[in-house]
Structures are given as C-alpha cells and as structure tokens.
C-alpha cells in the first residue's frame, strides 16, 4: 500500500500464487466466457457504433438502427463526413492546440513536479515538512471548487511581452496559450508518486556521486531521473489524460477559434443544426489519438491508473 | 491520504568530523533543495492557495468578472441570495441525487467486473482492456455520443425494443424532467466504472494467495472466501474509492453542459453546473465563489464523514 512498486509487486506475486490459479480456473468456464462478453459489448457498442456512423450519411444512419447493420460498415460507405468536419470547423487546428497544450503540460510537468519530489525525498533543508503537507493538503480539493475564483484571478494575472524592443506588462491570461498550460504544472499527486518512487532508489548512490563532487542537479538527472522512467510513464500518463480531456476550462477561459482545444471544438456542431454524420465524424476523430496510445500503452495505463489508488 | 506519508526523520544531525566542510555542503543543499521545490511552490501557491483563498474571499464582496471598479465587502448578501434561490435548492438536490445513485452502483459495478477479471484465464486482458476503453474515451465524446443515442428516434430506443420484443415504448431520454438525470446516470457509469474496476483489481492483488489457500482447507465456499478474505482485505481500496467517487459524483459538470444544459426545467442543474452559469455566464464572481464555497465544505464533509466511517477500527 506504500507506493507504486508495492502494487506492481502484488501484482506480480498474486498472478504466481498457485492456489488463485486454481481458484480461477474454475471461471474459465463457457458461461464464465459468456458473461464477460456480454459485458464487453455493452461496454463497447457505442464506441463501435461512433466509428461505423462517422463513415455513413445521415439517412443511411437512422435506417440502420433497427437492425444490426447499425454497428456494421455497410452500405454507403465513404469518409464525407469527415471531409464535412473539416469544412465546417478548423479541426487540424483544435487537434494541433491541444496536441500542444498536452505535451507542454506533461512535459513541464515531468520535470518541476520531479525536482520538487526529489528536494523533498532526498535533500535534507529547512521547511521540508512544512511545504510537503502543504502539498499534500492540495489533493484532497476537486478543481471545480476554484475553477471560478481561478477564472477571475487568472483575468487579473500580469504577464511580460516585447512590444515594439520594449518589455511590457500586460493583464489578463485570458484567450491564450498560457493559461491552458501554466496552471496545470505544478501537481501534488506527480509530486507524490515521484517522492514514493525516489524513496526506493538507494540513497548511498547519491553519497558516492557527491564524494565524486557531483552537483545535485548531476545526481537529479544523471542518476535518479534515469532510474524513474516507470514513475515518469505514469505521471505522463496521469497527466496527459486530463491535459487532452480538459473541458471546463477551456470552455471559459478561451474565446478565439485559433486557441481553441478539441473538446470545446464540440459546441460548434451543437450550435448548427445537427447533423449527426460529422458529429459522429469529429467524436471519432478527437478520440482516436488517446485511443491509438491507449491500445499501444495499454499495461502503462491501466498500471498508472491503479497506481493512482495506492494513494489511499 | 496523509497517513502513507512518512516524513523521514531528519539526518540532519549526522556526526560529522570535518565540521567546516559539512557546513558548506549543508548550506548548497538548502540552497539547491529550495531551488529545486521552488517552480512547484510558486505554481501551487498562485494556482491553488491564492484561488481556494479568492474562493472564500470573493463570496463576502461583489466581485465580478469583468467590472471597472474592484469588488466592494458586502458581508453575507451572496449567501442570502444563495439560500433562497430555488435554483440552487434544486441543483442540490440534482447533484446529491446524482451521486446518492451514482456512488454505490458504480462502486459495486466496478467490484464486480474486478472480480471477473481478477482470474487467470486465457484472454482476460482482452476483457479488461475492453472494459477500460470508455475510461479513455473523454467524457465530452461520451456525451455527444450518447446524445445522439438518447435521441426519441436513436439507438438506445431502437435497443430496447428490440430486447424487449416491441413490449417497451422508448422515451424523449433527455427532454423529460423525470428520464434526463437517469439517463445521465446510466452513461456516467458506462464512461467511469472502468476506472474503478481498475482500483479495485490494484486492491484484489494485494490479498496474498495462502489467505484463500487457507480458506479453502478450512472449507470457505466461494462467498465466504469473498465475505472473510476479500471484503477485509480491500478496506484501504474501499475507502479510496468511496471517496473519489462520491468527489467525481458531486462535481458533475461535463455531461450536463452538453447533454441538457440544466434542462429541461433546471432538473439536470448541478452545483457545479450553476456556479458556471453565475461565474461564467453571467459574469458574478462573488455569487459563484459562495455557490463553489459551499461546494468546497460540502465536499469536506462527505469525505470527512467517509473517513470516519470507514476508518481504521482497530
């Protein structure tokens, strides 16, 4: 229950013990089977049927609901609807924005929240404990409790520009770059997982690095960065998904089409009439980039996922 | 959560014979050590602390988004306001009826389906990579989605009666006061028990095996393995999970902005859904901030209450 590893080892030592084998084979039964997929295709008809609509015209759709050719790709088959999506909004650009948004906030992310982690785990200073469960203290708080004071406080927020070979401050991150990254760096449940991990490398090869005169900043990333590359896959993980999925914010806080992000990309298909091709067309494709990484990463996600209960 | 935290004790004190030297290097490491937390403190203090204090400070003025003057105290005029408005009952009570249904269906949803891919046969990580595709998939394409199917003329309509065999009449999903929450309900479970699923399976592989060995010589069945090994044995995952479903319950915000926007007749309105509506529609700040303040304690106190009951009883 202490870290990450931990979990990794139960893992490890649960699929060996014998007697759950035996136990379990008993599941491998036919209705054992049947069960699980049933439950497989409940979870997975509507992801099938976004995919088959998104290559159907909108008739052909609505005629195919009554019978299972509505989870099939028969009939007019074509990728219209997708040229439609990029007709009608500036889809690359919502694609590359939040492509963007999402790399500059893992990879920002990455590394303040590990340096604060490895001060925190592995340099002795006064004030640790006092800024540790400050950190702390900001997990248990769900954003959307200051989603809106942040709204307001981000409007007030001064930033330098050159304007003209001059520097300048300038008010208000609204409608911009910035605000859709900067506020999501700094994270406490990176910073923790990154403090679990760095608490199982040993601390004597730190020693032997400053006895070779080494910096800590040398010992950071020559020596403990290179050794976390699970911690950091999870905090990738854990922080793309959000980065990638964000709606709320986005929604108020940029204005400008050429801003914008994929999800806050939705309204613009519920403001015409619907047409229900393209929507299904836009859905599938803001979702294919998560899913491509999902189904090629997938022991590294469901792994950060669970890693994220341990916190417990 | 702070109880997995250690705060490891100081070496601060190490006997050290070259005291001049030590010194020195003391002094570059705290030097380097606030460097190194200092990024991470800053963006904490200015995106968490400063907003949670706004959060409470803002509520007793008359702040709004965007006004020429600066917000003036006016005392507890955005908490009256906030206590006798209908809206704001009613989105209570959306969201308390949001997550009184949500919270133990997904929880023991997702308990089931860890059991059920906590086996080792052949194939069974086909199983739960299937059962996670929704947690990947973002909860606005989920609620586009799932518009589409509520539709009077869609597929879930389409689904049930051909389950039923042309018994059950479909329903206007999203347009009737009494279906909206329901159907919301169903498709936030679909999207987010995976996710559980996957807690409770982290939880299921830290029982050791010889505990069920054990069992089993003294004669457990199924249910009293799950009743006397199991159930104590997730009582660290159980209270985790209780907690973030009943947080990620009581924020609901997504679903309803794109499924209902409130509607029809505000009973889909949530707190969260309504603190939008003042702070961002409507531009009124310090309304918003006393409608999220009374979010933050709520939240508060569930997990303070949660805590408790699932608290260590040893």
Redesign the interface.
């Given at each position: 229950?202490?870290s990450v590893t931990?979990?990794r080892v139960?893992?490890r030592?649960?699929?060996s013990?014998?007697?759950?084998?035996r136990?379990?084979?008993a599941?491998?039964t036919f209705g054992?089977?049947l069960?699980?997929t049933v439950?497989?295709v409940?979870?997975?008809f509507?992801?099938v049927?976004?995919f088959v609509?998104s290559l159907k015209p909108d008739d052909q759709i609505?005629a195919d609901?009554?019978s299972l050719r509505?989870f099939l790709p028969v009939g007019h088959i074509s990728l219209d609807n997708y040229r439609d999506v990029f007709d009608r909004v500036p889809a690359w650009r919502f694609l590359a924005n939040s492509i963007g948004v999402s790399v500059l906030t893992v990879a920002l992310g990455v590394v303040?929240?590990s340096?604060?982690a490895?001060?925190?785990?592995r340099?002795?200073?006064?004030?640790?404990?006092v800024?540790?469960?400050?950190?702390?203290a900001?997990?248990?708080?769900?954003?959307?409790?200051?989603?809106?004071?942040?709204?307001?406080?981000v409007?007030k927020?001064p930033w330098l520009v050159v304007q003209n070979g001059q520097l300048l401050w300038t008010f208000g991150w609204l409608d911009t770059y910035r605000v859709q990254i900067?506020?999501?760096?700094?994270n406490?449940f990176s910073?923790?997982l990154y403090?679990?991990y760095f608490?199982t490398i040993p601390k004597e090869l730190d020693e032997a690095a400053?006895v070779d005169g080494a910096?800590?900043?040398r010992i950071?990333r020559s020596i403990v960065m290179p050794l976390s590359g699970p911690a950091t896959a999870t905090v990738a993980i854990l922080t793309f998904?959000p980065a990638?999925?964000q709606?709320?914010w986005p929604?108020?806080v940029v204005q400008s089409e050429d801003k914008r992000p994929v999800?806050v990309g939705?309204q613009y298909?519920?403001q015409l009439n619907v047409a229900?091709g393209p929507?299904?067309a836009y859905?599938a494709l803001?979702?294919i980039p998560?899913?491509a990484l999902?189904?090629s990463f997938?022991r590294a996600?469901?792994g950060s996922?669970?890693?994220?209960?341990?916190?417990? | 959560m702070t109880q997995q935290i250690t705060l490891a004790p100081s070496a601060r004190t190490e006997p050290n014979p070259d005291r001049g030297r030590a010194r020195r290097a003391r002094g570059s490491e705290v030097r380097a050590g606030r460097a190194f937390v200092a990024p991470a403190v800053v963006l904490l203090v200015v995106f968490f602390f400063v907003p949670v204090l706004l959060c409470f400070v803002l509520s007793f003025t008359n702040a709004r988004l965007v006004s020429p003057q600066g917000p003036q105290f006016v005392g507890l005029d955005n908490f009256t306001r906030l206590f006798s408005d209908p809206l704001f009952w009613k989105s209570l009570r959306n969201t308390v009826y949001f997550g009184a249904v949500v919270v133990p269906l997904q929880s023991g949803f997702a308990l089931v389906l860890a059991l059920l891919i906590n086996a080792r046969i052949r194939g069974i990580n086909v199983y739960r990579t299937v059962y996670f595709v929704p947690v990947v998939t973002s909860i606005v394409v989920v609620s586009i989605l799932w518009t589409f199917m509520y539709q009077p003329d869609g597929l879930v309509n389409h689904l049930l009666q051909a389950v039923s065999l042309n018994t059950v009449q479909g329903a206007d999903w999203l347009n009737n006061p009494s279906t909206a929450m329901p159907a919301i309900i169903a498709m936030s479970i679909w999207q987010a028990v995976g996710f559980h699923m996957v807690i409770w399976l982290a939880g299921l592989q830290t029982i050791p095996g010889d505990l069920y060995e054990a069992a089993e010589l003294d004669g457990a069945g199924t249910w009293h393995r799950f009743r006397y090994v199991t159930w104590p044995g997730l009582r660290a995952t159980r209270s985790f999970i209780l907690v973030t479903i009943t947080i990620a319950a009581l924020s609901l915000f997504a679903q309803i902005k794109i499924m209902t926007n409130g509607g029809p007749l505000d009973s889909t309105s949530t707190v969260v859904f309504q603190a939008v509506r003042a702070g961002y529609g409507q531009q009124q700040t310090a309304y918003a901030s006393a409608i999220s303040l009374v979010f933050f304690l709520i939240v508060l106190a569930v997990s303070l209450v949660q805590r408790f009951l699932t608290r260590d009883k040893d």
């Open positions: 229950m202490a931990t979990s139960g893992v030592r649960a699929a013990a014998p007697t759950r084998r136990r379990d084979r599941f491998g054992g089977y069960g699980r439950l497989a409940f979870f997975l509507p992801i049927f976004m609509s609505f609901l009554s509505a303040v929240n340096l604060a490895f001060a925190l785990s340099m002795q200073w006064r004030g640790r404990g800024v540790l469960s400050g950190i702390i900001t997990l248990v708080v769900p954003f959307e409790t200051f989603a809106l004071p942040l709204l307001w406080w409007n927020l900067i506020p999501f760096i700094a406490a910073i923790y403090y679990s608490s400053r910096s800590w900043f950071y998904l990638w999925n709606f709320l929604l108020m999800m939705v298909f519920f229900w929507m299904m859905a803001i979702t998560v899913l999902f189904l997938q996600f469901i996922i669970a890693s994220s209960g341990v916190k417990g | -």
